[in-house]
């Protein structure tokens, strides 16, 4: 057996809870609902009755007595219980019309119209009786009934217990409850608000009795009308004394006003001479910057022409930090700060191309060694013995190949500091007053070695700093004016 909504007739599909409904269930949702209604206290009830039944003071009652004897044809109800048609309580064995399987399948859907026949199902109240599906014929009575035919009584007999207890039939589906959850709830606040006007009604009520009860006596009235009259004639004068006065102080306002103009005028022609005047000294103050700015530029070009030197310039030597730098490009590696191979490959180009450079200003030639200067890919080749060539430049890579690549390369800086070691020597013997700060004993510098392989960071990156302040030393002692 389907059920139907009753309301916009429509299949239901019932709740898993509803199918097998224990009867203390049942009990539960029995004790919940509203009692039914009874001949005494139905719907048919009228309006004195209802308004005996309000627990409302004799006072209150008596007055809305008063309010509705002007129209005898309107009942003493509320406006939504007016709205209300009578309808006697059905019977719950009367709730339903049984409904064949065939008709309840060719029931033709209107999708358009379901939203609007809900909306309109459901007024202030229950205006007609609609056509419910009663419940099937009383089955016989077996002694082992199946579960389908005790759950489908069980839904019947919880219907009819809610249809018999309520205002509208059941089941309902959940579009259509929360229709009539919408409806019920405006109804209670409409409710509310005729509650709240019947008790604002009541309290004016008691005022006014209050006040009739009090009673004011005449002779008071006429004395307190006197005395107001007289504060009213004495605030009439304060007024039109504080309108004369306030004449007085617009007139001033007005003498002030103009006086106020006039300086205006003249404040306005003393700054107008005032900026004609920062102007004029503006525009010679920047004219003298202008001749003082291009004899700086001048002295400044002249200074630096005189001291040009283009060994420095091709050969900037420098510090970063614990860097030593040549032409900004960094020579040695620290934890923490990064330096990429090609930087430091370049650095090491542009240090043998300075060394070359110096040996080749002063004619002096190295013993046992070539510098071949070639930027990032420079080299020092050996002259005797096994006439090897030596790399100097680096890779951060670690296999095998590059293992043997960056031992050549610290024998590549062993020879390039045994270099700078000969042309140090030579300047000593040429000008004794040359002091270079490091001394250089095998591959050392100072207390550091240039080795890279089986030497920390920091020491290997100080012993290049120390390497760079010998180049600057040996730069400046060429390039002077007795050695240039």
């Known amino acids: 057996m389907n059920f139907v909504c009753q309301q916009c007739k429509q299949p239901l599909h019932l709740d898993a809870s509803l199918v097998d409904l224990a009867p203390s269930a049942y009990d539960l949702v029995a004790s919940s609902l509203p009692p039914a209604p009874s001949a005494s206290h139905g719907r048919h009830a009228s309006g004195t009755e209802k308004l005996a039944q309000l627990p409302a003071p004799q006072t209150a009652k008596s007055a ?51 939203t609007q026949g809900k909306r309109a199902s459901f007024p202030k109240g229950r205006s007609t009786a609609p056509v419910q599906p009663a419940p099937p014929p009383e089955e016989p009575t077996h002694p082992n009934p199946s579960p389908l035919s005790h759950h489908l009584r069980s839904s019947l007999r919880l219907f009819n217990l809610l249809s018999s207890r309520t205002d509208l039939d059941h089941p309902l ?101 005032h900026n004609a005047h920062l102007l004029k000294s503006a525009e010679e103050a920047s004219q003298l910057a202008a001749l003082r700015a291009a004899y700086a530029a001048d002295s400044a070009t002249l200074d630096k022409l005189e001291r040009t030197n283009v060994y420095n310039d091709a050969f900037c030597i420098g510090h970063d930090g614990v860097f030593g730098t040549i032409n900004g490009l960094r020579l040695g590696r620290v934890p923490g700060v990064p330096v990429e191979w090609a930087e430091i490959n370049a650095a090491w180009g542009q240090t043998l191309l300075l060394l070359y450079t110096i040996a080749r200003k002063l004619d002096f030639t190295f013993e046992n060694y070539r510098l071949v200067p070639m930027g990032s890919f420079s080299r020092i080749e050996k002259t005797t013995g096994d006439k090897a060539t030596y790399e100097l430049y680096g890779s951060g890579d670690l296999h095998f190949g590059r293992l043997l690549h ?44 240039v080795k890279q392989q089986f030497s920390q960071e920091e020491a290997w990156t100080r012993a290049l700093r120390h390497v760079l302040l010998a180049l600057k030393i040996l730069l400046k002692w060429t390039t002077n004016g007795s050695n240039g």
């Open 173 to 273: 589906c959940a579009e259509c409850t929360h229709i009539l959850l919408a409806t019920l709830t405006r109804q209670l606040e409409e409710t509310k608000k005729e509650r709240d006007g019947y008790i604002a009604f009541e309290k004016e009520v008691k005022k006014e009795k209050d006040r009739e009860g009090s009673g004011v006596n005449r002779l008071e009235a006429e004395a307190k009308i006197e005395r107001l009259k007289d504060e009213e004639r004495l605030a009439i004068e304060q007024l039109k004394a504080a309108e004369r006065e306030r004449q007085q102080l617009e007139d001033e306002l007005k003498s002030l006003e103009r006086e106020e103009k006039a300086l205006e005028e003249e404040e306005a022609e003393f700054w107008r001479q």
């Open 64 to 114: 809305w007595r008063n309010s509705v004897q002007g129209s005898p044809s309107s009942p003493a109800l509320p406006p939504t219980q007016r709205n209300q048609p009578s309808r006697a309580p059905a019977h719950p064995s009367e709730s339903f019309v049984l409904l064949q399987d065939s008709i309840i399948r060719h029931i033709p859907t209107q999708p358009s119209q379901t």
């Open 406 to 449: 960056n031992r050549r390369f610290d024998f590549a800086m062993v020879a390039f500091l045994e270099c700078l070691k000969q042309i140090t020597d030579y300047v000593r013997s040429q000008d004794p007053q040359v002091d270079f700060p490091h001394q250089i004993v095998k591959d050392k510098i100072g207390d550091a070695s």
